[in-house]
């Protein structure tokens, strides 16, 4: 009777610890894998920014001489 006692505080035991071990793993695979998309993200901030910044100028000088054309004709 003892040993059956025993093998249920095991098992529960047992069942304790792999649910507290899995919801570990799983904070830690949500962390790793949110690191990873906001990188992905900063990395599209920084290309999109970037691209803004080569492509404004062009943009502003179209807008300039739109302008000038508007006003003449």
């Known amino acids: 009777m003892l040993s059956l ?3 249920i505080a095991c098992v529960i035991g ?3 610890l792999t649910g507290f071990l ?3 793993a799983g904070r830690l695979l949500g962390i790793f894998l949110s690191a990873i998309g906001w990188l992905i993200l900063a990395g ?4 999109l920014f970037g ?7 062009v943009i502003l ?7 000038i054309v508007a006003a003449a004709a």
């Open 5 to 7: 006692i025993l093998v």
């Open 14 to 16: 047992l069942f304790r």
């Open 22 to 24: 899995l919801h570990m």
């Open 44 to 47: 599209l901030a920084v290309t």
């Open 51 to 57: 691209a803004a910044m080569a492509i404004l100028p």
């Open 61 to 67: 000088i179209a807008g300039v001489i739109a302008l």
